[in-house]
């Protein structure tokens, strides 16, 4: 009797503890598996009428678990983003998940969870480009995830290049060809100019010229605008302005040979040999142009790379669904081979390229995106390069907003982007300002390495 009442005691423990395990098979009152609702925000969910591929996205996810309710808030304005995420965390009513801005903010607020446990053991995290999980990693931590990746350079017109019996130029060109192609396409008179603007030259110089230099010069210490590589990426800027082989540094009546009023009408009717911009433009060029073009990066080959970023709230109370969640929108090989489902049935728009390497999704993308360039660029996103607006503490204040001190023009007080305009526009010479300017972009940079607790 003993026995039996000993066993009797063990089985009860037993079932105890299988009913206070994880939410996964945990059942509520009915016998089900319990309901979950995580709240989510974006600035690309469209309308509900819309039912855009966001939304459709998110209906598949709470198909494939049922047991996951994503209510979508719709109260944060997307021109205010960072304010009204502000609003929330102080009214308590932060979103499970939701879209940032820019990484650091969320750090130095306290708004975003440690996912680092959660993603480190990840098969669908460990296929996210390695550089690409860098730009979320401060410290040991990672504190967003990858939620939408664009590739970022310059599309050719390979029509105007072989109607001028010129060499096209391709991925992996040398910065000397890439200017002689800028010079060479350039004839005015007919209304056609190699380039839309040079001031791209800027942030992608040092990093076509450098192994060792990130875009603007960034290293994990610092900027090193005081460089050889930036100031001659800053000269060969100049001389395309000075020698006027880009379309907005032309005058008015050198403009009115053109066909259209700003660059992307000019690039679209065929005026201009090069444009830069990212793979967001992608599904517009299908659709609007008449002409054969390719994607070719920048020169030298190496791929840069735009991300958006997810976070998870700190205050969440469903943490793994709220990862899963974000991991099905995001990188994810079965939520991304699904977009790719979506956007073939429902004649939807894929936006942008996906954010893993894993094989099956690329060649899946591949059959609806045959773009040679564009997978050129993934073969070569191991030597990635990361535009780090949204990843770098206080880049936009080290590349654009720190006042200078130095008057330009009508302006007092340019900012950091003016007096490097200036400059491209040989108003004043860089070798004036840039060990001062060097200086200033560090000291954003620290600053706002502080402000999130890093040295």
Known sequence: MKRLMSLLALLVIVMLFGCNGSNEGKKGDDGDTEKVTISFASWGLGTKEEQNIERLMIKEFEKKYPNIKVKIVESIPNDKWNDGLAAAASANEMPDVFMLSQIPPGIANDWLLDVT???????DFAKVPEVVRESATYGDTIYA????????????NKDLFNEANLDVPENGVSIDEFVDSVKNITNISKGQVGLNNP????????????ETLGWYTYTEEGYHLDSTEFINGLNVAKNIVTNNHSYESLTDEQKSNFNGTHPGEVWASGGLGLIWDGTWALSSYEENLDF???????????TVVANDYMGISKTTKHAEEAYLFTKWMTFGKEGYLKRIDIATEEGKVLNGVPVTTDKDVLDAYFEIQDLPGIRTAYENIENAVIEPVKAVPGYVHSRWEAPTGVKVKDTPNANIHGILEASVEGEIKIEDYISEMNKLANQKYQEA?????QK
């Open 145 to 156: 995830l990858p939620a939408g990746q664009q590739f970022l350079g310059y599309y050719v």
């Open 199 to 210: 001031l791209a030259i800027l942030d992608w110089y040092p990093a076509a010229v450098s």
């Open 292 to 302: 054969d073009y390719d994607f070719i990066g920048i020169p030298g080959g190496r």
């Open 449 to 453: 390495n502080e402000a999130i607790g």
């Open 117 to 123: 446990d959660l993603a480190r053991d990840d098969e």
